[in-house]
């Protein structure tokens, strides 16, 4: 008797993103099936100096925390502003997506995105230069994120350089 | 590259050419679906042209899906309460059309009424008979026979021995559809109904309203009085009557129809017999409105209807329902509240909520809010905060600097601050708040260590605690450490006294602060370092003196950084380092006292009942699983072979050992609530003790405070208290509680009465 009118009850932020692990070990039906089932969330966007503390925290408001992995430089072994959020249920993961992603952490919008699940070697950036690879190649000057790009701030003369 | 490709496609391909096979029908019955659903959203034609053009669709359609037309409907009807008129209004149409398909329709809608009554799904129940009795509007359903359903919904006031939410629910269905129906139904039966509302008048005056201040957010009648929902509503409608059921803001797109409607043939209702109370249902708890903003709140633009005009009701109604339906999605949520229609003619802004005027207005009135209130103020308040980097003109509560520090308003400003600091960090803090709020500020989160250093070389633990640290920097094993641990001198024992281990608390001191302030880098270090470590804190913890220890010197090192203690408190529940009556008994001990009030106290007893809740769960479910497998077992072998009578053997065995887990694990919780109660008696009982011996007013901040946390527990974990009730009343609720006490207790009976 009871029908659940799909027309209505959109769901949109819940859905998975585009976006796949190109290191994954699977195909891509794993991959998506991991996902859809996933309790564990990527964030991204992050300040270099957002503590496990403050991400606790905030994620904590959508449900119980299992574990929090902070994204590190691989050479460096620093903090490379992203993470991952696994909670003890998938409920908790998608409240999160419906209502911390887009929302503000160290006043920065912070992402969130399904993750397929953390294995050991993830919570590296996949970077050249050992960060995340976004910070490779952009233009502009973000103190939180190291300042300018990698590629940008090889480019970029010192002051030094300019004065005589 | 190319090759992961093409498997790729291969799959993709694979699946959408099995999804093409079966669509064809699914895409028509998810067209009607959408149709119906979306009617009227995204058109430049009026609501009704749409209205005609979709009946004249479906009537088409239903020779061949008129079964899925009806479920579909149906499930509008129960699931989109918002938009009420707008489907009573189809149904009218298409009832015009085609007169068998308006009764089937009705029929199927007393099927579905039937089936979530069964179901204790009385909020979808009360949904279903209003759209019914708006159908009488529609011409659909005959008025006396819709006034012959209500005298049977009011009857259920004359039954004996049954709950009073019971009645009240009854009572509220026929009270919430007279702003919709009311004037047609005096129009056609006005003796009937005029009888009707006596009858429910009465009632309402015998009804007992015990529970109404625990409900309420605030203890003071003014500015807005909190009113109990039934005598709210029945205000309302007696208001409605007095206007002769003049009401002016329900959408009713039936009207532009009325020449077509009223040709239509009308059904009578089956008489329906309200199903009997059941001992497992769970009626709808009583409710206060929460009314914040009155008529003098929004000066300019349109009035506020005031809090006894049924428009309230209605609007209140729909604005709820709206959020019900759209939760998920945050941004439709909001542009659909906003949109809401007939909003030019209500300050909708203030019927939502107008962020700052409300914040403001809240923490004025903080000094007689309830606890549960506070904390929710507290969370939103610092949430909203660090949206919006934290700006807020903090001078304006300044008159909270000269208060004692326990009263609500500096409390509040304090925990907010420790909240905000948590979404950033201390210096932050220091930065956003005027130099006179500094006593308000929480303390930097940092770790204190007793074994710091050479100062602290008089105390006894000192030459442990550097060993210790020692063998943990050069990964000593488990063995060598206890044996490190065995050369503790403890404190209280004589040095002669040969009569075998007592507890030493030397040794968790030296130990845990030792350990802890290796790993207090950040949350994963002391995760790894309890996981590392397992082995020695079990064995150090096996006597509950040992538990309730381990938890002191917890809070000892990190005192001033409470969210670091409650996520060590939660690892150590979930690795049975501790139980949860220890957590409880800490929280409640003399050495916590002095942070009895603070917020994070309870968010740890909170999270504790949380998680022992879950555990009983988690082990009733394996209980239900393995019973539906042996089931399914007997059900499956007619011939039962070797095989399958050891596997059953097994299933039987499992399962008696899973009953026994779940009794020990109801016992374990049952014990737990045993020990919040007695404590909360016990500390409630010597302030009163002490203030009558002193003759000094009981009503302290600290009173106050303990009296919500209590009302808060009930509240909060009602569904798990209630299968204890029996053990509670027996044991600790008994008649010689001090009356200030009991009465909590009562109010909360009379939450399910």
């Given at each position: 008797m009871s029908v659940k009118l799909n027309a209505l009850f959109s769901d949109s932020y819940v859905d998975i993103s585009q976006y796949r692990d190109q290191h994954f070990k699977g195909n891509r039906y794993d991959q998506e099936k991991l996902l859809k089932q996933s309790n564990t969330l990527y964030v991204g966007n992050l300040s270099f100096y957002t503590t496990e503390d403050q991400v606790h925290e905030i994620?904590?408001?959508?449900?119980?925390?299992?574990?929090?992995?902070?994204?590190?430089?691989?050479?460096?072994?620093?903090?490379?502003?992203?993470?991952?959020?696994?909670?003890?249920?998938?409920?908790?993961?998608?409240?999160?997506?419906?209502?911390?992603?887009?929302?503000?952490?160290?006043?920065?919008?912070?992402?969130?995105?399904?993750?397929?699940?953390?294995?050991?070697?993830?919570?590296?950036?996949?970077?050249?230069?050992?960060?995340?690879?976004?910070?490779?190649?952009?233009?502009?000057?973000?103190?939180?994120?190291?300042?300018?790009?990698?590629?940008?701030?090889?480019?970029?003369?010192?002051?030094?350089?300019?004065?005589? | 590259m190319s090759r992961r490709r093409h498997s790729d496609s291969e799959n993709e391909g694979g699946q959408a050419h099995k999804r093409r096979r079966t669509s064809e029908p699914i895409e028509i019955e998810d067209r009607l679906e959408s149709l119906i659903c979306r009617v009227g959203e995204k058109s430049t034609s009026s609501l009704e042209s749409n209205l005609e053009g979709l009946a004249g669709v479906l009537e088409a359609d239903l020779p061949n899906y008129k079964n899925k037309i009806l479920r579909i409907l149906c499930a509008v009807a129960r699931l989109l309460p918002e938009k009420l008129t707008v489907y009573t209004t189809l149904v009218g149409l298409l009832n015009a059309r085609n007169y068998n398909f308006g009764g089937e329709f009705v029929e199927a809608m007393i099927r579905q009424l039937k089936e979530t009554l069964k179901n204790n799904l009385y909020n979808e129940a009360v949904y279903l008979v209003r759209f019914l009795s708006d159908l009488v509007?529609?011409?659909v359903i005959a008025a006396p026979s819709m006034v012959a359903m209500f005298e049977n919904f009011v009857s259920v006031t004359q039954e004996e021995d049954v709950p009073q939410v019971r009645s009240d629910w009854f009572v509220y269905v026929v009270l919430s559809c007279l702003p919709w129906v009311g004037k047609e139904l005096y129009e056609k039966k006005d003796v009937e109904m005029d009888r009707l509302l006596s009858q429910i008048e009465g009632y309402l005056k015998r009804r007992v309203k015990t529970h109404v201040p625990m409900l309420q957010v605030w203890t003071a009648e003014k500015p807005h009085p909190q009113e109990e929902y039934l005598d709210c509503l029945w205000a309302q409608i007696q208001k409605l009557k007095k206007d002769r059921w003049q009401e002016r803001h329900i959408l009713r797109p039936y009207i532009a129809f009325d020449s077509v409607l009223c040709e239509a043939l009308q059904h009578n209702l089956p008489p329906f017999t309200p199903p009997g109370h059941m001992p497992d249902a769970q009626y709808p708890m009583p409710r206060v409105v929460f009314r914040m903003f009155d008529y003098t709140d929004a000066p300019e633009g349109p009035v506020m209807p005031g809090s006894h005009s049924v428009e309230r009701f209605v609007i209140e109604e729909n604005l709820h329902c709206i959020i019900k339906t759209h939760w998920r999605e945050r941004k439709t949520c909001a542009a659909q509240l906003l949109s809401y229609p007939g909003k030019n003619k209500i300050p909708l802004n203030y019927h939502i909520v107008e962020l700052a005027q409300a914040t403001e207005m809240l923490y004025m009135r903080l000094d007689t809010m309830n606890s549960s209130c506070v904390d929710r103020l507290i969370n939103w308040f610092s949430h909203h905060l660090s949206n919006f980097q934290f700006r807020w003109s903090w001078d304006d509560w300044s008159d909270c600097l000269t208060m004692d520090l326990e009263k609500p308003k500096p409390k509040f400003v304090k925990e907010v601050l420790e909240k905000s600091m948590r979404l950033s960090y201390h210096q932050r803090i220091v930065d956003i708040v005027p130099p006179t709020f500094s006593a308000l500020i929480p303390a930097e989160p940092i770790f204190s260590y007793k074994y710091e250093d050479e100062s602290a070389s008089s105390l006894p633990g000192y030459p442990a605690s550097v060993t210790v640290g020692n063998a943990i920097k050069n990964r000593a094993s488990n063995e060598e450490i206890l044996t490190i641990l065995k050369e503790v001198p403890n404190p209280n024992q004589e040095d002669d006294d040969d009569e075998g281990e007592s507890f030493n608390p030397l040794k968790v001191d030296v130990f845990l602060q030792t350990l802890l302030h290796l790993a207090a880098k950040s949350f994963s270090h002391s995760f790894s370092a309890l996981g590392k470590f397992h082995e020695i804190l079990k064995a150090l913890t096996e006597s509950d003196e040992g538990k309730l220890h381990i938890l002191k010197v917890v809070y000892d090192v990190w005192r001033n950084h409470p969210q670091m203690i409650a996520v060590l408190v939660d690892k150590m529940i979930r690795t049975q380092i501790v139980d949860c009556a220890a957590v409880a008994n800490w929280l409640f001990s003399q050495d916590m006292a002095h942070e009895f009030t603070r917020l994070f106290i309870w968010e740890i007893l909170h999270s504790t009942i949380r998680k022992m809740d879950k555990h009983v769960q988690k082990i009733q479910q394996e209980l239900e699983e393995a019973k539906d497998k042996l089931e399914k077992q007997h059900g499956d072998d007619e011939d039962m072979d070797k095989n399958s009578e050891d596997e059953e053997g097994q299933l039987e065995e499992q399962i008696e050992r899973l009953q026994e887990k779940v009794e020990s694990a109801q016992s374990e919780q049952k014990n737990l609530f045993l020990v919040i109660f007695q404590r909360f008696i016990m500390l409630l009982t010597e302030h009163l003790v002490r203030c009558e011996t002193g003759s000094v007013d009981i009503t302290t901040p600290w009173y106050k405070n303990c009296v919500g946390r209590l009302q808060q527990v009930f509240l909060m974990h009602h569904v798990t208290i209630q299968q204890y009730m029996g053990t509670l009343e027996n044991l600790l609720f008994t008649a010689e509680l001090d009356p200030h006490i009991l009465a909590v207790y009562q109010q909360f009976c009379a939450l399910q009465l």
């Open positions: 994620f904590s408001k959508s449900g119980d925390v299992k574990r929090i992995i902070i994204g590190l430089d691989k050479v460096k072994k620093t903090a490379c502003g992203f993470c991952f959020v696994e909670y003890y249920t998938r409920t908790g993961a998608e409240n999160a997506m419906r209502f911390i992603n887009g929302t503000r952490l160290d006043d920065r919008i912070i992402r969130t995105d399904w993750d397929a699940g953390f294995k050991e070697g993830r919570q590296y950036g996949r970077g050249k230069s050992g960060g995340q690879v976004r910070d490779e190649y952009r233009q502009d000057y973000d103190p939180a994120r190291g300042g300018y790009g990698k590629l940008a701030s090889q480019h970029r003369p010192t002051e030094a350089q300019n004065t005589f | 509007n529609c011409h």
